[in-house]
């Protein structure tokens, strides 16, 4: 079940739940990211599907421009 979003939690935060549910559910389907450490199985899965990986590095990107911003 995704993790709640409260109305009070900072940009930020929803960014870091979105990124958290993100990984859990693309190594849930990766059978719990056994296969995401084996160098085929991950280039087969950017192969077959290219824009679920540019999102993901996407999503990624954003959140540490959010954590660099809210440090400096």
């Known amino acids: 079940m995704p993790s709640k979003v409260d ?8 960014i870091e ?6 990984h859990s559910a693309i190594q849930a389907d990766l ?12 280039a ?3 192969s077959k599907y290219p824009q ?6 996407w999503l990624s990107e ?3 421009k959010l954590s660099s911003n ?3």
């Not at 056994?34 to 991950?42: A, C, F, P, R, T």
């Open 31 to 42: 059978e719990h990211g056994v296969k995401w450490l084996n160098e085929s199985e991950s």
């Open 17 to 22: 739940t979105v990124c958290d549910e993100w």
């Open 44 to 46: 087969e899965f950017a």
């Open 62 to 64: 954003l959140e540490m």
């Open 52 to 57: 679920l990986c540019a999102f993901g590095h």
């Open 70 to 72: 809210e440090e400096g």
């Open 7 to 14: 109305d009070t939690d900072s940009v930020h935060e929803m």
